[in-house]
């Protein structure tokens, strides 16, 4: 149970610095932000498993689930940007 207590935590902070470093308005609290960067955790761990970096069973640490969170974010951003420029043309 404190380890699930403990990812979501780590994963708000990482949510949260990733919406820090890449300003600008998004939706959602604090839930959204914690999912964002529980998300970037397990996208960099994935990644990293593939690449070689961590070993079945390891997870990536903090400034990974960063990266992965800021990687997200982005790619939220341009998915939202596109589906609102399309709505603005017509």
Do not use: C, H, N, Q
């Amino acid at each position: 149970m404190l380890s699930l207590i403990w990812s979501a935590i780590i994963g708000l902070l990482a949510g949260a610095l990733a919406k820090l470093f890449m300003p600008g308005k998004d939706s959602g609290g604090i839930i959204m932000t914690m999912l964002l960067g529980l998300a970037g955790s397990l996208l960099f761990t994935y990644a990293g498993r593939l690449i070689g970096w961590y070993k079945e069973g390891e997870t990536s640490g903090f400034i990974a689930s960063v990266i992965g969170a800021f990687i997200l974010l982005g790619i939220y951003r341009l998915i939202k940007g596109k589906g609102a420029a399309k709505a603005i043309k017509e």
